[in-house]
């Protein structure tokens, strides 16, 4: 398949991205709801929730992902590979969050990650990043209670905002004493990952649990 054109970024505060979605039935979309939930905030074009649903049939994924076209082209590849654990959702995440994660099955949600999530590394563009307080909020009422939050990203300021929103929450805590992992617990990377390591660039990232 053509790889779509699509615009680098677009901005979540615009008016075109704050309307609410209406949200699947998730039980005509995933063949297993009872598994349990990944869900790739950020995903682009999906290519790493395409390899870990290939690897892991037994785990449901969800990529959330602003720009539609990238969305409606990742769900066409999903369908050409029958994968029935995979779905992507195109929206705003800071809109309809809530209602989405209350719409899963409850205690489902066992894996967050959110990658290279901004374009926004201007300290005045901070109300368009994706983790925002309210985002934490949610998360610390869905996620299941052995749950985790990976976050990653190239960008130090970035990386550490987004881990002092969770812990400012008090919810939250590091999985491991160290805060910044060296390596990717995950199998598989995603496309910016493999970028930012071929190109010789630090990655920071870590993994937060409900305390
Ligand atoms: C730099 S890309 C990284 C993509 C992928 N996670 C990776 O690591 O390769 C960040 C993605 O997050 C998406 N994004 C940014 N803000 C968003 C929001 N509020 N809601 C949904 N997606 C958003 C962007 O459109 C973009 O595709």
């Not at 550490?160 to 805060?179: A, T, Y």
């Amino acid at each position: 398949m053509a790889r779509v054109r699509v615009r680098q970024h677009v901005n979540p505060l615009s008016n075109k991205y704050q309307q609410s979605i209406s949200i699947p039935d998730w039980s005509q979309v995933y063949s297993n709801l009872s598994a349990p939930f990944h869900l790739d905030l950020g995903c682009a074009r999906g290519r790493f929730l395409l390899q870990m649903a290939q690897k892991n049939p037994h785990r449901n994924y969800l990529g959330i992902e602003i720009r539609e076209a990238l969305v409606k082209e990742a769900n066409q590849i999903k369908d050409e590979y029958n994968l029935t654990n995979l779905f992507y959702l195109s929206g705003n995440i800071n809109h309809f969050f809530k209602e989405l994660l209350a719409s899963l099955p409850p205690n489902s949600l066992e894996l967050v990650t959110i990658q290279f999530p901004d374009p926004w590394f201007k300290k005045k563009h901070q109300k368009r990043r994706v983790v925002q307080s309210e985002i934490v909020a949610i998360l610390a009422q869905f996620l299941s209670k052995k749950g985790q939050i990976f976050l990653q990203s190239d960008i130090k300021e970035v990386a550490e905002e987004m881990c002092s929103r969770f812990l400012d929450n008090q919810q939250f805590k590091p999985l491991k004493s160290e805060i910044w992992l060296s390596e990717n617990p995950l199998e598989i990377m995603t496309e910016r990952e493999i970028a930012t390591i071929n190109k010789g660039e630090k990655v920071y990232r870590t993994i937060l649990t409900l305390f």
